[in-house]
């Protein structure tokens, strides 16, 4: 059968009648391009019948009311992160009435809820969120040319182990940012492996692997300030800019010698932002 739609009354007459010509359902099926049971279907109802008509409200009875319904995307809504199965077992211990899983999520579907994977940040204070607005203020009026000068940089750890406990949640369409449905996440996998980049407009460093993975205000200097920051301070000139963040190892003393003794100029960076670094 080439659609799965319900056949409409002109079309159950046409079957009917060439069924009484004498015509086989096998011949009539391949004829309109349907489904051989589904003629047999309407000749063995309009035999008991007498009517080709479909009945209204014809199908499977719904498992669930519309009161229910409301319930099962209530739940989802009270915990975003419960599964389709933990709503089916609460529907159960509420109503006495067991559904499977599908249905919960035909239901949350219907609800305007689809399972979908959170948008992971850092956790952010009241004065974390007051400063990078702040930040964004200050900086919103600079031009293409003034980021041109500017090189951003970050450290970043890379799992060597798969993450085998993904979780879903249950939201509204374009309502990933909402504090509901971001998953709060601080902390790096014990197995991994740490590098160092930076890129500008116009140009990036070379990937810096940081051997044993941790990395120190000494290291900091001898790995990535002389070698890879100090260059691109000369390419550009005295309008160079430096961006990192706020990581312990950056803000030693001997760092910020070394910046002075070097003449690279650091971009002020607000604490919990790497969302606002390009990189």
């Known amino acids: 059968m080439s659609s799965r739609h319900h056949i409409d009354d002109f079309m159950r007459g046409r079957i009917i009648g060439k069924i009484e010509e004498g015509r086989k359902i096998t011949d009539i ?16 109802s309009f035999k008991t019948t007498g009517m080709c008509s479909r009945r209204h409200g014809g199908g499977r009875v719904r498992s669930t009311t519309p009161a229910e319904d409301r319930y099962i995307v209530l739940s989802a809504k009270r915990n975003r992160r419960t599964t389709a199965q933990q709503v089916a077992n609460q529907f159960l211990a509420a109503s006495g009435k067991q559904i499977s899983r599908k249905t919960v999520a035909r239901r949350l ?3 305007g809820l689809y399972a979908r994977r959170p948008v992971v940040c850092v956790p952010l204070t009241r004065q974390h969120r007051t400063v990078r607005l702040q930040w964004c203020r200050e900086h919103h009026n ?15 750890r ?18 990933a940012y909402r504090p509901e449905n971001i998953q709060e996440k601080d902390r790096y996998p014990t197995c991994s492996i740490m590098v160092w980049a930076g890129i500008m407009i116009n140009g990036r460093t070379r990937l810096h692997v940081v051997a044993n993975g941790t990395m120190t205000g000494q290291r900091y200097i001898d790995e990535v300030l002389l070698p890879h920051v100090r260059l691109f301070r000369g390419a550009v000139g005295d309008k160079f800019v430096f961006m990192d963040d706020n990581a312990t190892c950056h803000r030693t003393l001997a760092v910020q010698d070394c910046l002075d003794s070097e003449g690279i100029q650091r971009l002020v960076w607000p604490a919990r932002s790497p969302d606002l670094n390009p990189i």
């Open 29 to 44: 099926a391949r004829e309109l391009d349907i489904a051989h049971s589904v003629v047999s279907r309407l000749w063995k």
């Open 109 to 111: 579907r219907r609800g």
């Open 142 to 156: 600079w031009t293409e040319q003034d980021w041109a000068c500017v090189l951003f940089s970050d450290e970043s």
């Open 158 to 175: 890379f799992s060597l182990s798969s993450d085998c406990r993904r979780q879903l949640i249950w939201r509204e369409s374009g309502t």
